[in-house]
DNA sequence: GACTATACGGAAGACTGATTCCGCTTGCAG
DNA sequence: CTGCAAGCGGAATCAGTCTTCCGTATAGTC
């Protein structure tokens, strides 16, 4: 690959990231291309389509993601703080980008296929972070893992509307919480 | 007002009903003609434009709604049921209706500013059945009448990204419900 | 320094779907 | 029964974006 190419390749994905970032999904090709100092045809050369770039995007941020509920199974930090961790990482991600949170709230069939994988890993480990703090007797017994990824689609919604969502993570975390555990911190 | 445009605008809404219901925002206004036997023309006599349309069927929805609420305050069900019911009722509405849900979860700010009067009434319906219900200690004193559309919101996403919503309401009510009261009905 | 495979820019094209327009039809008042 | 204003259908138009295309420029090689 030519050097050019690949220091076009960084603008285009730094613009990208930024664009979504803030102006969600109908960011316009040309919008990206103009933050990345590039023509539409070298964007399109990196990117087949719109669906690509956006896909690549996400997909990112998934492993990211991934990588934070890793760095949580081998850290030190009390089972409930690391569960809860994860969640308010995720949230704080999903703050910062109005592409990842249309995305989360309606879950384009195709844009989740594109990501399966990643979601499938994480998921994974979030179930074990919340084992783990079941266990430990922090976490009501009956909550199951698939209810995590429910309240962060519902935290995704919350969000777009512009509304109190740290008051909605506090409220899902409290959710989660056992009723016998002190307050959540 | 002709009989003939009468019957025909009484059958352009029931299209829209069900063709936005079925397939949500993303319906075509040619789809929505076809379904009530009626020329594009004809249904742009009745509906400048297709946010028109789109803000009528909301609007419907939050007036039937808020009269739900309404009756809900005048029944003698108990109060957690006359909470919880509403809620549940709100529910049933969404799931089905595909563009209710979809103006819920990204709540645009022009469609939203069209409803802003049901809305608000509604609000206060369930701000005074949230109140009688933590006279009653059958929910947390900490809720808040604003954490109801917290909630609705979320579950729009939900329902929209095809996930357990009824798993997500019954979360959702738990969480409203008091520490000590009894299993919720 | 010359050559060529790569890569670039951005105007033009293609598509999709909303909205307009206008000649034709029809309800209904007189 | 007539006249015509109100209403109708749907082809044509318009608008907004994505995507393609191709002449031009350039990195890397000999």
Redesign the interface.
């Known amino acids: 690959m030519r050097a050019d190419a690949v220091r076009n390749r960084a603008k285009i994905v730094e613009a990208a990231k930024a664009a979504f970032g803030e102006r969600g999904l109908e960011t316009q090709m040309e919008d990206v291309a103009k933050r990345a100092c590039v023509g539409v045809g070298t964007l399109y050369r990196h990117f087949p389509t719109k669906d690509a770039l956006v896909h690549a995007l996400i997909l990112d941020k998934f492993e990211r993601m991934a990588e934070v509920a890793q760095a949580a199974l081998e850290g030190d930090d009390d089972p409930w703080e690391a569960f809860a961790g994860v969640l308010r990482a995720g949230a704080e991600q999903q703050a910062g980008d109005r592409a990842l949170v ?1 995305v ?4 384009p069939q195709e844009t989740m296929r594109a990501v399966a994988e990643q979601e499938t890993k994480l998921g994974e480990r979030m179930a074990e972070l919340l084992a783990r703090a079941q266990r430990a007797g922090v976490v009501r017994e009956d909550a199951e893992p ?2 995590v ?3 962060m ?6 969000m ?5 969502w740290e ?2 993570l506090q ?2 975390l ?2 989660f919480r056992a ?1 016998g555990a002190k307050l959540p911190g």
Chains 1, 2 share one sequence.
């Open positions: 249309q989360l709230a309606a879950q698939d209810d990824p429910l309240v689609c519902g935290l995704a919604a919350v777009q509307s512009r509304r109190n008051r909605y409220l899902a409290d959710g009723p």
